[in-house]
């Protein structure tokens, strides 16, 4: 095993080389990616609010202090990633000085940077979007493809780490965090990204009237269902790709469901019990995570987590409104996201390692 802190060799152009390639990076590197990375989430959630609530779109160009900010955020992560390779120069092609976590880290700049060069030309030539055409602007698309692999980083890092060696062999063992907050910036992106398909803060659905013998209100409803299916994927899928390897910390879902809709509610919805409902939700999947047999638990905290957040969906509209939907309606409601959130587990454990509640090293696979 090399020691991060050791020369391992020096080349023959002079200069010594402090890591073997694909050497993983240490905590503290991910660490200060993973703050980068919420700098640009929370940028990303301020440029949005903007463009709804704040930008004249009849008057504006591209150069806003909103984009400023996003593309500051960015500027800066970019710099570090590259600094990270840079300091592990050596032999090879320059993405053999990254380690392996960060050259996809390295391809996500390069991918977002022609998004923001592209961005820049788009907005310049057909001016700025308001609604969900900023959503679907082929140039945005290209951001969130960058952001992507920008944000699942300290992830990748950590189970980098692990499988090299530089880790407990325990996955309860080590601390999950990084990996909990790349689950985190990855659900607020998804959130972003499909905001005309995330109607959980808006108790308007639930609150018009459903015939099913004149077909009123049909249309509302099945919207809904649709919507509240991406929604449970959204949550539940990020957390799935961490709970693959990881043991999840308690608290996980609670803060990953928490943070989101606080900073959703902030740029966009304006409520606040959308943020202690989601709260509540994620809080109702950690228990059981936490309290169930391992092997059972993962997919009856999937199931009941999203199950909550709905519940917690229909009493906020009843405090409110009224639930104007028949039993068959909410109910089915309910049991559907259940059903979908389960599901979902159950898909990613048949591919899981057998070894990962075991506490024994798993074979280095690709990831």
């Known amino acids: ?30 660490a200060v990616t993973l703050a980068l990375c919420v700098w640009l989430i929370g940028a990303m959630f301020l440029d949005g609010y903007a463009h709804v609530y704040v930008i004249d779109v009849a008057t504006e160009d591209f150069f806003t202090p909103w984009h400023g900010l996003l593309y500051a955020a960015f500027v800066v992560l970019a710099a570090w990633v590259a600094g990270v390779g840079y300091s592990r120069r050596g032999r090879g092609g320059i993405l053999a000085w990254f380690p392996t976590a960060y050259r996809r880290a390295a391809l996500g700049v390069m991918v977002f940077a022609i998004g923001a060069v592209g961005d820049g030309i788009w907005h310049t030539v057909f001016g700025i979007e ?7 602007s082929p140039t ?4 969130f493809a960058g952001g992507t692999m920008l944000l699942w980083t300290p992830f990748w890092s950590l189970l980098d780490r692990r499988q090299q060696g530089d880790g407990p062999n325990d996955p309860t063992a080590e601390n999950v965090w ?39 209100g049909q249309g509302v409803v ?29 608290g996980a879902a609670t803060v990953c469901w928490g943070v989101t809709q ?8 304006r409520q606040t019990w959308p943020i202690l409902v989601a709260s509540l939700a994620g809080l109702v999947f950690d228990l059981v995570y936490r309290l169930l047999r391992p092997d059972r638990s993962l997919v009856l905290a999937s199931a009941l987590g999203p199950a909550a957040l709905w519940i917690g969906y229909l009493l906020a509209v009843a405090a409110t409104a009224e639930v104007r939907w028949p039993p068959e309606i909410w109910g089915g ?32 696979t690709p990831y």
């Open 130 to 136: 308001l609604g969900i055409d900023a959503l679907l």
């Open 333 to 364: 409601l309910v049991i559907l996201s259940a059903c979908a959130g389960a599901g979902l587990a159950l898909l990613q454990q048949s591919g899981r390692p057998a070894t990962l509640e075991t506490g024994s090293r798993e074979p280095s």
């Open 222 to 250: 099945a919207e809904f269902l649709g919507t509240s299916l991406v929604s449970t994927a959204v949550l539940v899928g990020p957390l799935l790709v961490v709970a693959a390897r990881f043991r999840l910390p308690f």
């Open 178 to 216: 990084p990996a909990v907050g790349s689950a985190l910036t990855m659900t607020a992106l998804l959130v972003f990204l499909l905001q005309y398909l995330w109607d959980f803060p808006y108790t308007w659905f639930a609150s018009q009237p459903f015939n099913a013998g004149t077909g009123e």
């Open 262 to 269: 606080l900073v959703e509610s902030a740029a966009f919805s």
């Open 1 to 30: 095993m090399v020691h991060l802190d050791h020369p391992v060799r020096v080349t023959k152009r002079g200069f010594s080389a402090r890591y073997e390639p694909g050497t993983p990076a240490s905590r503290a590197t991910d």
């Open 140 to 143: 945005h698309l290209v951001l």
